[in-house]
């Protein structure tokens, strides 16, 4: 059975930029949650959707990043203009209904903005 | 912030156990006390998770004390591989977000 997919793997580009990330949750895991990862650091915690609900973006700086699980099944993550600070690793997990168990991570798409 | 203190780095010989503790002394009765390790440039690993039982699996045993405020992940056989990240995290089963805080970097000497 596949894991989480994520693409790109890797994505540079120029400050100002808009920027897409897409994910592909385990199939029957309703619930998908984005995280970013500066160097050295842990998670931390972007958005959580439960099925096409965002029921947690209270951490999603909502000026430029925005997100969507439209049919509840694969998501987008986007930033809208880009900025230096973004440089990180974009995570994206998944688990089963309601938040139950553990989450399964993908592999992250490295974001470089030069 | 995450509810779990844990010591920033340890070493461990290759073929020895390595145990890895965690403090979590608010954890609440239905919090659950999970494992997750991360090897360099890739996602984060799910390894255990346990609620006041003592747990084990095919990569580690998990040891939660009775009165459930610390624990310890054992690796019985460490490897080259398993160097990595190691992430305590304590979290409900309901609705609640994994938080991560900054781990322990175990790093297994040959």
């Known amino acids: 059975e596949a894991g989480v997919v994520q693409s790109p793997r890797y994505k540079i580009i120029e400050k100002k930029q808009p920027v897409a990330f897409w994910c592909n949750p385990i199939s029957g895991h309703n619930t998908l949650y984005w995280y970013l990862q500066n160097l050295g650091q842990g998670p931390e915690l972007l958005i959580r959707?439960?099925?096409?609900?965002?029921?947690?973006d209270s951490q999603l700086p909502k000026d430029r990043f925005s997100a969507e699980r439209l049919k509840g099944v694969d998501s987008t993550l986007k930033i809208q203009p880009a900025e230096l600070g973004d440089s990180a690793v974009y995570l994206c997990a998944s688990s089963l209904e309601s938040g139950q168990g553990e989450a399964f991570f993908g592999q992250g798409t490295r974001l470089t903005v030069v | 912030d995450a509810k779990t203190t844990q010591p920033p780095s340890m070493d461990c010989a290759e073929g020895r156990a390595a145990n890895l503790p965690c403090n979590h002394s608010t954890i609440s009765g239905n919090e659950y006390v999970y494992w997750y390790r991360q090897i360099h440039s890739q996602g984060p690993q799910y390894i255990i998770h346990?609620?006041?039982n003592n747990e084990t699996n095919e990569m580690a045993s998990l040891i939660i004390t009775e009165d459930r405020k610390s624990s310890t992940l054992i690796l019985p056989h460490a490897t080259l591989r398993d160097t990595a990240v190691y992430y305590c995290i304590v979290r409900a089963d309901y609705g609640q977000n994994f938080v991560f805080g900054p781990g322990t970097r175990l790093s297994v000497l040959p």
């Open positions: 346990g609620l006041k």
């Open positions: 959707y439960e099925n096409e609900e965002a029921v947690d």
